[in-house]
């Protein structure tokens, strides 16, 4: 169900209004997350199996709203900061269970393509949106490259675990290791409780995936799309730990995380990180 979660004014024009007119207004935009509930728990393998794949994957279920809140305040943050002048309504998102099945039985591919339907269909259930300039949804995106020393299919939020030392044994016809000695260019870790930088083999990784798409507001149309990947590494040089996800406990992780998802919003509308005191969202929220 969507909601409106702060209660804002909304200047309502005519719809025939001329389009210089329209660009000079002040804006009024729906903000919307739909990351869902799915935390992605990936983790390198060590010696492989010829049938396996490189990495495990398993999914953990999370509080559906705790990082569409993180996406929205980053956004509104941003925004506040772009446009000033705009009128910005927060929308909520709950997958339902239909979407939930078929995003867990379609390819990685084909996701994206579903999430972005689903939206559709419940905007289009909305009156209010003849009310709205445009819509700007953050949408998970599922089909990455890899890159920067994570591996590839990291779709929406989730945490990239690798172990320690070289366990690759994908090496090229001349016997050189190329996937380990690109992952070596990338070593560059934080620790997260100094916030110190120091090189690592071993790394726990928060990441999120997602693109933001700006919908017209009255025909739903996509007017724009940007994609975004954003990580950031995590070790600790003087922990004794052998596995290094025991060298982050879960409460650092969950609180690098909002972070993390928070700065990724506000820098897919502004380069630069100004995130600013949480606003509180409306006990009396509309339907």
């Known amino acids: 169900m969507l909601k409106r979660l702060w209660a804002l004014a909304v200047i309502v024009l005519p719809l025939a209004a001329p389009a210089q007119e329209a660009a000079q207004r002040p804006q009024t935009i729906a903000l919307i997350s739909t990351l869902g ?6 983790k390198q393998r060590g010696k492989r ?5 490189d990495f495990s994957r398993r999914t953990v279920q999370v509080d559906p709203q ?4 993180a996406v929205l305040r980053g956004l509104d943050s941003a925004l506040a900061a772009e446009e000033p002048a705009s009128q ?16 867990r039985n379609a390819s990685f591919e084909a996701r ?8 559709r269909e419940r905007l289009i259930q909305i009156p209010q949106r003849a009310e709205w300039d445009r819509i700007e949804a953050i949408l998970p995106r599922y089909a990455w490259e890899s890159r920067e020393g994570m591996p590839s299919r990291l779709g929406g ?5 690798k172990p320690t030392g070289n366990q690759w044994e994908l090496l090229d016809e001349d016997g050189i290791d190329r996937k380990q000695e690109q992952a070596d260019q990338d070593q560059t870790t934080t620790d997260p409780r100094t916030g110190e930088q120091h090189k690592s083999k071993a790394y726990v990784a928060p990441f999120i995936s997602f693109e933001r798409v700006t919908l017209d507001a009255k025909t739903l149309t996509v007017v724009a799309r940007k994609p975004q990947f954003t990580h950031t590494k995590y070790s600790d040089p003087k922990s004794n730990a052998i596995d290094v996800i025991e060298q982050v406990s879960p409460a650092e992780i969950v609180t690098q995380l909002n972070k993390l998802v928070e700065q990724a919003a506000y ?11 949480v606003k509180p969202a409306s006990k009396d929220a509309d339907k």
């Not at 509930?37 to 990936?42: A, G, R």
């Not at 910005?88 to 995003?103: F, T």
């Open 112 to 119: 994206d393509a579903l999430v972005l339907d689903a939206l």
């Open 66 to 69: 705790l990082l569409n809140m």
């Open 88 to 103: 910005r309504i927060m929308l909520r998102w709950s997958a339902n269970p239909g979407l939930v099945e078929q995003l």
């Open 49 to 53: 199996a010829s049938s396996l794949d």
């Open 267 to 277: 820098r897919s509308v502004r380069g630069s990180v100004e995130v600013g005191p």
């Open 37 to 42: 509930d799915q935390l992605s728990i990936v």
């Open 157 to 161: 939020i989730g945490i990239y675990v």
